[in-house]
């Protein structure tokens, strides 16, 4: 209160200090700003924290919500943005089902989010309301719930998450959990405490305490009062927390209804190309190609439609039309975009080849098992070396095409 008190003193004297021609006129304006700068006075003294009527929780309010909490959540999601835009996904192993759960990710904001935690702690500091209203003569049920409330101000419970959020992309998973432990014993009543757990699941996970973290989506499985909103939220940390323990089919349940919630087509393209490697994981070849061909209507990031298609085709199987993925592949040697994963390209132009061959190899083989018994030795001598050629001459014709770049 003294702060804002000696701000608006020296807004006054500012304007005191304009130089004005009429005496008459200067002396009225010394008398209108000392009449506003005593109504001032009293109207932040009647908004100070210390008090707790409805000017005091409308100011105090007012400016949580569109100062420091503002500047805030500024801060957390240009971290966010920028942990995304630096931290690399390796495709050469299984995606975490979140960008944030790789390791280079603690770092890759942190002044960001250092801020976001000082404003939202400047927050607590100077705008928490603790004190009782006054007595009403007449105590309502209404005013007896309001009266019993620990915390007035309506963004300290958002401020406690906003921290917690900050500590999590930080990959301070033991303040993150303790600022949602927190919201959760003192913000029973309160909305945010849903938001609370499911960011206390995706901590526990990172912490490895899945049985904690088991018992808190069970909690919220069975609560019906939990928002319909946080349910997309919620799928895609019980994904994280089945696929961190290794139990890949319960993390494929949790991934098919993640991709039915109305997520944005990143987080689908993501969670769609994890569930391929799953299906892959899991021996179930045909599924996990037909997982990665449906990334691309995800419209994903270059190297992650470059690699679903690659494991489309490595995966395939003899089922399906070859012709298309040969196609696709052969056009994938043609961008220049693609110099960098020629090898990958070859390779799985190979893969698709062999495992053609293969599937002929397997047919023709049963009947030459069957010659002997029919035709004579030097016939059959003579009808293998003719099946060989046959056989060998689309692979030698299939190496000669094939043109190497330096």
Request: glycine share 2%.
């Amino acid at each position: 209160m003294p702060g804002k008190f000696i701000i608006c003193s020296a807004i006054i004297l500012k304007l005191l200090s304009l130089k004005y021609i009429e005496k008459e006129t200067y002396l009225k304006r010394i008398f209108t700003y000392t009449i506003l700068l005593f109504f001032l006075a009293a109207l932040f003294s009647d908004c100070s924290t210390e008090k707790n009527t409805r000017a005091s929780r409308a100011y105090n309010n007012l400016t949580s919500r569109y100062n420091i909490y503002f500047n805030g959540k500024e801060s957390l999601k240009a971290g966010i943005i920028k942990i995304d835009k630096n931290v690399e996904d390796d495709f050469t192993s299984l995606l975490p089902v979140y960008k944030e759960s790789y390791t280079s990710a603690g770092s890759a904001a942190r002044a960001d989010m250092n801020n976001a935690i000082l404003k939202a702690s400047k927050l607590v500091q100077i705008h928490s309301i603790t004190k009782k209203p006054k007595r009403q003569r007449i105590r309502s049920r209404h005013y007896q719930e309001f009266a019993s409330r620990e915390e007035f101000n309506n963004w300290i419970d958002d401020s406690y998450l906003l921290i917690g959020q900050a500590y999590f992309y930080q990959h301070n998973f033991a303040s993150a959990s303790e600022n949602f432990s927190y919201i959760l014993r003192k913000f029973p009543d309160e909305k945010t405490k849903y938001d609370a757990m499911v960011w206390l699941i995706r901590s526990y996970c990172e912490l490895d305490r899945f049985p904690e973290a088991t018992e808190i989506v069970k909690a919220m499985q069975s609560d019906r009062g939990f928002p319909r909103k946080l349910e997309k939220e919620l799928a895609r940390a019980t994904a994280d927390l089945y696929m961190k323990q290794k139990d890949y089919p319960e993390a494929i349940k949790y991934l098919d209804i993640s991709l039915k919630k109305p997520l944005s087509g990143k987080i689908k393209a993501r969670l769609q190309y994890i569930l391929a490697q799953l299906y892959q994981e899991t021996g179930e070849t045909t599924k996990a190609t037909e997982a990665f061909s449906a990334v691309r209507k995800y419209n994903p990031s270059y190297k992650m439609a470059f690699n679903a298609r690659i494991n489309a085709a490595g995966l395939f199987s003899g089922q399906g039309d070859p012709v298309k993925l040969k196609k696709e592949l052969q056009k994938m040697l043609r961008d220049e975009k693609n110099l960098e994963f020629l090898d990958q390209i070859y390779f799985a132009l190979a893969n698709l080849y062999f495992k053609e061959m293969r599937k002929i190899w397997s047919f023709s083989i049963r009947y030459i098992l069957l010659l002997p018994i029919y035709i004579s030795r030097k016939e059959t001598g003579n009808r293998l070396l003719k099946i060989s050629e046959s056989l060998f001459l689309p692979v030698r014709t299939t190496i000669s095409s094939v043109h190497f770049h330096p």
